[in-house]
């Protein structure tokens, strides 16, 4: 029997907050939760002022009789992350719980298929088919945005047709920007279709004090771990390589500082750090010179270095020049060169040709540089090489090796959290569409303790947006978490690292467990771990 289908027989435990007696919604007495900006309101008029809610039990009461009928959809928004179909799983265990005729209906290829009218019937026996398997295969995704007055009126058109009275998109910031925006819209339309969001991205950077972590972060880094301390046992036996390996990111650098925690390389870039040091491409290969050259000293040619997708952007002189290529760009000037400052240009005619080609290259859906096609760690590789020639005996053996994880993590079997944490927000979502509330992202908090003590509760999305420029225009969005300097950590990982940068201190987390002791086969992210990661 392969793991896959012994997984299918994984029962998810639920917080008890979720279990047996009647469950209610409780809005947040202190009002803690509060807009990031004001100035939100008047484009959610609807939808602005939803209080926080709380999920509860009302004592010992009894699950109340089953109501007769709901028809709800479901969609995935975005990137693959692993988990998503226990979101589903949820959701429909729930309905069938709580009503004696309810209907989930899946909308295939992501957004598209809400505005081609693409669809599937979730039976029971495709959703037990899918059940703590990984990807998003059951019914596919995509990136497609519903904005603008026809693709939101198609939206609201096709979901009255099929006679749904809620939505459910599972999604990262955008797409739960997306989620505010239909509810928003749809409040305001004759017949009532409630959205509700999920909060799905293994970047980790959909997270608020309220929202611990996103979905899918803890199976991805925990599969990237595994390969990057595969690569740091390779190099401490060969002893001859330097492994740059990048790791997914593009705004924030989680998944970096999460892999550092498990994996301790010799050096590991935090883009937030480099914003907040104002450091350059070139300060940030005089400091991996650096750690080469005293490694040299030792008598140590190789070692493994860990850099954040998005690190370009966060550099100063890199930042400001992928800005105004973004904007020459945007106001489609022919020669993206002659719009350069000087000091640009310099930057711009020193960096290989490879990068030059990548930086002019097709914006992305939200018009940003497509920086994960960006050869980050080729880059610093080449600027490095360079730099080395001033130094022949190290040079001579300075042997590097690039690699980018990224699509190794995004759709594997989810770890015994990413079952648990989705199937969880599945059911709140449920709930929430059962008690007519729209406007809201599941969520649960005290993700690190252990899962009888989540607290599930609903956060009102409007209050989670903000303005940001995007395609040279301001618009309402998610803000993207960054790393905290005064987590638990970064501080961790800032005290350790030092010692990790002449010393072979590589810890090898292999592959991810689903039998064993529970201290392994439940574990939570290190990123969660309170007062201490115990490092």
């Known amino acids: 029997m392969r793991l896959e289908e012994i997984r299918r027989e994984f029962h998810p435990v639920l917080p008890k907050a ?52 709901i028809r709800v959809g479901v969609v995935f928004s975005g990137g693959q992350a692993p988990g998503g179909h226990n979101v ?7 309905l069938q719980e709580r009503f004696t005729d309810p209907t989930l209906i899946g909308f295939i290829g992501g957004p598209e298929g809400i505005l081609e009218n693409q669809t599937t019937l979730l039976t029971k ?33 096709n979901s009255k047709d099929l006679r749904l009275q809620g939505l459910v998109i599972i999604g990262g910031d955008d797409s739960n920007t997306n989620a505010a925006v239909l509810a928003e819209a749809f409040s305001q339309k004759d017949r009532r279709i409630a959205v509700i969001g999920v909060p799905k991205t293994i970047d980790g950077d959909l997270q608020s004090d309220y929202t611990p972590i996103s979905f899918g972060f803890h199976t991805a880094t925990s599969v990237y771990a595994e390969m990057v301390g595969n690569i740091a046992k390779d190099a401490s036996s060969a002893k001859k390589y330097y492994h740059f390996i990048r790791l997914m990111g593009r705004s924030a650098s989680h998944v970096t500082l999460e892999c550092a925690l498990k994996t301790q390389p010799n050096f590991a870039l935090i883009s937030e750090e480099c914003l907040e040091k104002k450091k350059s491409v070139f300060s940030v290969v005089e400091e991996l010179v650096s750690l080469i050259k005293k490694r040299a000293n030792q008598g140590k ?14 550099l100063t002189d890199m930042k400001q020049l992928i800005s105004s290529i973004n904007e020459a760009l945007f106001q489609g000037v022919s020669s993206v060169e002659s719009t350069l400052q ?6 711009f005619s020193a960096l290989p040709k490879s990068i030059q080609k990548q930086l002019l290259m097709d914006r992305d859906p939200h018009g940003n540089v497509q920086v994960s096609k960006i050869s980050t760690e080729g880059l610093l590789v080449a600027m490095v090489e360079e730099k080395l020639r001033a130094f022949p005996e190290v040079a001579n053996k ?28 599945g059911k709140i979502a449920a709930l929430l569409l059962e008690d007519g509330k729209t406007g809201y992202m599941a969520s649960l908090l005290h993700l690190h303790k252990p899962v009888d003590e989540w607290q599930p509760l609903a956060l009102p999305i409007a209050k989670m947006l903000h303005t940001e420029r995007r395609k040279g225009k301001e618009k309402l969005v998610i803000a993207k978490a960054l790393v905290c300097f005064s987590s638990e950590a970064y501080q961790t990982f800032a005290k350790k690292r030092g010692d990790w940068e002449l010393s072979d201190a590589y810890l090898c987390p292999g592959p991810m467990q689903f039998f064993g002791p529970s201290a392994v086969v439940d574990a939570h992210p290190f990123s969660l771990r309170k007062p201490n990661l115990g490092l």
Do not use: M
Request: aromatic share 12%; proline share 6%.
């Open 342 to 347: 000087e000091s640009e240009k310099k930057l």
């Open 125 to 157: 026996e495709k959703v037990d088919l899918y059940r703590n398997q990984g990807g998003f295969d059951l019914l596919g995704s995509g990136r497609t945005k519903i904005e603008g007055k026809k693709a939101i009126e198609k939206a609201y058109q």
């Open 88 to 94: 589903i799983a949820g959701i429909f265990d729930a």
């Open 301 to 314: 040619y190789y070692g493994v270095i860990l850099i954040p997708e998005g690190l370009l952007e966060f």
């Open 398 to 425: 300075f042997h590097p090796a690039s690699h980018f994880f990224v699509y190794e993590g995004r759709a594997s079997l989810p770890s015994n959290f990413d079952a648990n944490y989705c199937y969880s927000l």
């Open 18 to 69: 979720l279990r047996g007696c009647k469950l209610r919604l409780q809005e947040d007495p202190k009002g803690n939760f509060q807009a990031k900006d004001a100035s939100v309101e008047s484009a959610f008029p609807h939808t602005f002022h939803h209080p926080l809610l709380w999920v509860s039990t009302e004592g010992k009461e009894k699950i109340p009789p089953k109501k007769q009928t």
